[in-house]
């Protein structure tokens, strides 16, 4: 990513962020812009592998991380490719297939500073530097905060009514939630389970 395209996103994220309707222009609405938007993927990354090492501590008796961080990238790659293909067939469904990319890349730039939240609360409740209802409280709050921001992104995206908007913030939330119960039962025997409170990557 070059310095201008970075600096364009960052000040999309911004305006976005501010509930300014100009951020879909800079985050893009084409099909190229969706797919490189594709890259807030690989700038998070690091952090998601950070977030993994947090939540295993060393692992249960001694596993090995390679099994278990083998398993949360298959989840990490699911979670950023299932979600948008069925959204691509909502959209279709909706008679909003045109707007499909604008919505999907402030949709994934969208994942970088939901991440940047959530993490924080990880390395908390890893570490024990603060009460768990704390951690509780505050990743509670953070998620209310992402999800009004995923029926912003919706309703400036998709240009649909209110209702639709909860439906399409509803399946997001379902998806995840279906992955992680689906991946959580190989998991669990290889870590000891961070000591807090997920934060839903």
Request: aromatic content about 12%; charged content about 10%.
């Amino acid at each position: 990513m070059s310095a201008a395209f970075t600096a364009r996103i960052v000040a999309g994220l911004g305006l976005l962020l501010r509930l300014d309707i100009r951020a879909f222009a800079l985050l893009g609405e084409t099909p190229a812009d969706a797919a490189r938007s594709f890259w807030a993927a690989v700038v998070l990354a690091p952090l998601y592998l950070l977030y993994m090492l947090l939540e295993f501590q060393g692992g249960a008796g001694g596993s090995p991380f390679g099994p278990y961080g083998l398993l949360k990238l298959l989840h990490y790659v699911l979670g950023w490719a299932l979600y948008p293909v069925m959204m691509e067939i909502l959209c279709r469904l909706l008679d909003r297939r045109a707007l499909f990319y604008r919505w999907l890349a402030a949709y994934n730039w969208l994942q970088v500073p939901v991440m940047l939240a959530f993490l924080p609360l990880t390395g908390l409740a890893a570490f024990g530097l603060a009460p768990l209802p704390v951690v509780a409280f505050l990743n509670s709050l953070v998620f209310l905060v992402m999800t009004f921001y995923l029926g912003v992104v919706a309703r400036g995206g998709l240009r649909v009514p209110m209702i639709t908007v909860v439906g399409v913030v509803f399946l997001d939330l379902i998806v995840g939630e279906a992955l992680h119960e689906a991946f959580l039962p190989l998991l669990l025997p290889l870590q000891t389970g961070a000591q807090g409170v997920d934060g839903g990557f």
